[in-house]
């Protein structure tokens, strides 16, 4: 079969100058890999998260109870609308791997029969899934907070300070328990038999429970639990609190719907990023075809004729694109899933191709190009043969005699040399090479538009990046306020005030020591249904360690009775709440009527928290002048020495008897908060980094593609004495020109882009909005970064100018 | 005004060592091969040439003659495969790279372009003191006074302030020459300078090299245009890549180029001695004679005493009118006295045929035959 000499030509186009089909190619593969690894990890994550989290059969009711017996789990077991119910003991036990000396409190959960595990199943890691007699097994994420390893010893603290052994068997993932909770303490699991070794009662503390039907309504779920509780309660049992959640809403979903929210919109972004690239690309093609096109259309060609081809031979670079980024975008569609999985423990069901994204991937592939291109291609088709075999370079200088038209001094220009000229009258000439940088600059005007779009959406991105980053941390820092004290001690029993006082005073570096109580409760619906667990803390009233951010009314007094302030996570249930305001909880099992007096900030993913004055607290728990939980403040408050009066404080008290549950660092639980919160900030700078990497990509094509047209230019320049540094110079400088520009615009768009994400990232990790910082770090690292990038963008360009030798760009025969 | 522009007039100029004669260019076997998918194609072929400084010159030739290929080898805009350039005393393509190469042009020579090649972005003045910023010479703040001065020289000074779209294209070209001239080079090199000019704005530009070279450049144009030839002092005519012997091509001028080259790779050279006779009355003549060096005398007869009927000088020639007509030499032709005399010598046959094939040569010839016949009988 014969081809036509048309297409003989398509196909002489797309191979014949190798570095440009690369360009096009590039341009065009670059926003159907994005959108592919996009569009691909959102379908995977979004499916796979609620997936294999269902798929572990998460408990859609949690109640923690006063000791229960088998007697009570089989009346849970068989109550109405429960499907599977589950007891274990859990309790809090320090642990660390035989050697060191560091302690970690791990969470212990007790399983009845790891056989028979029908709620919250474990996943096998590693190592044995059950562990036998004496023998334990750690979740995943324990096994970096520990840091040990299977095979490893670990030595578990008592409560009365003696010390048992037993080897880690095994690692497994529990996406359900203490999912979503970033405070929580990591899991391990022992069998019920090696209860007693820890001097732990045989009995259950906890109840896990799926419902038969509507695991997915939240209502009923809660509904039914609260049903559950007050017959469990009728019954002589005592629910301490309790926890609801539907089957397939991972507890991160909110995060992670956020993350994928930010992941659309850059993968939106990315698609208009890629199309002026491609616009640019495959206008610039165009310009060095008008020859062809004069020729074709010389020798008879019509338009129609020269548009078919064009487009087939840019739907020949979008077939060639996707053949390169379709597999690739699979590639890293999967990879971004398994990240975000692991970073949230949950897991992905497998590789497999995605329909949703390819087609996307199709369609960005072929439509795209053909839509961006489809101006320049039209406009190619339509030129005439004069024009088009004139060329260019003949309209510069031949325009009187060749045309007979003067093309003249366009208004921009005129500007631009009267400003130059109005310069050189007050004293200042600018270099005749720079002044060339940037009036090329300008001469693509639109081209010179799309690039900066590319370019400031990148910066932008990447400065609002680092300016949310530090609101974030400025706002765990104002969070910190709630965690001033150095040192804080939890005990098994109430402890009198002055006893402690007198003596962790002992202990070389503590200054004051404050006692606190603490009373679990739950908050309820005007109809006296459970809502959600209440911590209140009983800090004194004129307490220190305590820096609240008040959104709303007053701080706790000390002659507060049944009054508190309480944190933004109400707004949930009580949009209009307001100091003031009277609202039911349950406390102590006895249900009253407390009056709100403040709202305070605070993470509202750590459940919902209150704080009413010692005074009145100590008085209700029949604890006055007692506590058992004190907060220290030491001399010196870095994090380093924080841990090390723990550990003095936490000898010295066990030394002397006191029951101590646990010690540690004031700022311990905010630090492993503010780690959470990396995981997020990375994904915002590997975002930052895709879009600053297509930005530059914009940058290199349209420096490409200016060197390209302008090899005359260079070429002349070459003529009249510019070496190869003169050259690259003239180039570099031109691309740093559109960086400085493009940095300028990201500086202003920077701002919107900041007070967006801190908005989509904020009610996703704290679900309260926060107030917005500005970092110098960004806009630096950004400045450094667009000199940097534009340079480097320009430099394979220049040094392709400085290279040429001049015959071949002023082709003189 | 204030001189902008060296002046180097040619007495000045010390002689080149061993030479007698100072050049501005000298080329050693030049050759240019180009490759390409139908194989190669030598464009140069062994190209000799000395040009002195201070002299005007053009070089002619047909499209893809390699006039414009010689050109590129003299301002180092491209490489010969073979052979030396030296322009200025610089070996330019020894030990010295492209980019070097492009800063010693800023500094030494000028480039004139057919279609101007001004940088459209930057106006008549910017592109003037342009080759100043490259070769970094003058001090900054001297510069616009210096490339407005260049301007006020091709007429330009009240176009400075203007983009080159802005102004007329033989505005353009003289802005081209004031940019060429902008680091004062003693050697201008013009390809077509007015190939895309109209006569008047043309005639404006040689009046401009004319007034450099009376500054003491040197200038070597390439030009179509046989009225700009006239204007030069040399003349050199380039055929397939060979150089056409300048006594060939002014004493046979009409001939055409491929005529020149032949008569040029065959005619001998022969050293005649002052009064040595070259030609004898009666005798059969086979070759024509073109006088490359010193003046020969035609005589009616034979001896020391006969009547001088003419005195034939550099580039006339003898011979033809017997070639041509037949028969024996009507006249006697002695060599000078004074200095030696040096002819090309042709070979009748290859003459009368390569006449045969120039009408308008024949024609030509013709008329001088005529004209010395009538000479010759009127004597």
Redesign the interface.
Known sequence: MTIRPRWRKVIHDLFDNKARTLLVVFSIAVGVFSIGVIAGAFVIIANDMSESYAANVPANIELRMVDFDDATLESVQNYHGIEEAEGRRVFSIRARVQGSTKWTVLELAAFDDFEDNQVNLLMPIEGKAIPGKREVVLERDALNRVHADVGDVLEFQLPDGSIKTMPVVGVVQDTAMGAGDFLASPYAYIDQNTLQFLQESPTYNRVYATVSENGDDIEYVRALGAELKTDLEKGGAYVIRSRFAETHLHPLATTVNAILGILLALGILIVFLSSSLIANTLSALLQQHTRHIGVIKLIGGRSRQVLAMYLVLIMSFGILALAIAVPLGGQGAYGLAVFVASELNFNVLGYRIIPLALIIQILVGLLVPLIAGLAPVIGGARVTVVEAISGE??R??????GSGK????SRW?WIQ?RF??LL?KRGI?I???F??SL??TF?RRSRLLLTLFTLTMGGAIFIAVFNVRVTLHDYIGAISHYFVADVSLDFEVPYRLHEMEQAVMQVPGVVRVEGWQFVSGELLDPEGNALENLNIFAPPAESELIVPILVKGRWIQPDDVRKFAISEAAYKYYPNLAPGDFVKVNVLGKEETWEVVGIFKFVDREGMLAYAPYEYISQTTNLANQAYMFRIVTDRHTRSYQDMKAEELDAFLRERGYKLHNAEAGSASLDIAVESLDILVTFLLIMAALTAIVGSMGLTGTMGMNVLERT??IG???????????VMRTVIAEGVVIGMISFGLAIILSIPFTYMLSTIVSMAVFETPIEVHFTWMGYAIWLGLVLALSAVASIVPARNA??M???EV?A?? | MREILSVAPIASVSPAEGAGVSYMIETHEIVKTYKNAAGEFEVLKGIDLTIERGQFVSIVGK??SGK??L??MI?G???PTAGQMIVGGVDIYHNMG???R??W???NL??V?Q?????????LL?NV???M???DMYD??E??GRAKELLNLVGLEKEA??????V??GQ?QAAAIA??M??DPPLLVA?EPTG?LDSKSADKIIEVFEHLVERGKTIVMVTHDPSLTSRTHRNIIISDGELINETVSRSLPLLRHRHMLEITKKATRKTFQPGEVILKCGQGVKDLHLIVRGSVNVMKKNGNGGKVLARLNENDFFGEIELLRGGEAIACVRAGDGSPVETLVVNGEDFLRIVKESPITAEALGKIVEARLKQNLES
Not at chain 2, 115 to 123: E, W
Not at chain 2, 161 to 166: G, M, R
């Open positions: 370079a003949a510069d200088e031949m325009s009187r005699q003067k093309r003249g001094v220009e040399t130059t000229i050189a000439h270099p005749r090479p002044v060339i009036r090329n001469r005359r230019e002349i320049t070459r003529a009249i004495g510019a070496d190869d540094r003169a400085a290279t030798t001049i015959r002023l003189y025969e | 499209s893809g414009s290929t050109l590129n301002t805009i491209d490489h492209e980019s070097q492009s800063r042009r800023g500094k000028g480039i372009f279609f101007f090649q001004l940088l459209p972005m930057l106006t910017e003191m342009l080759p910023d490259y070769a900054f703040d510069r616009p302030s203007k983009l080159p779209a802005a007329s294209t353009q940019r060429a902008a680091c390809d895309n």
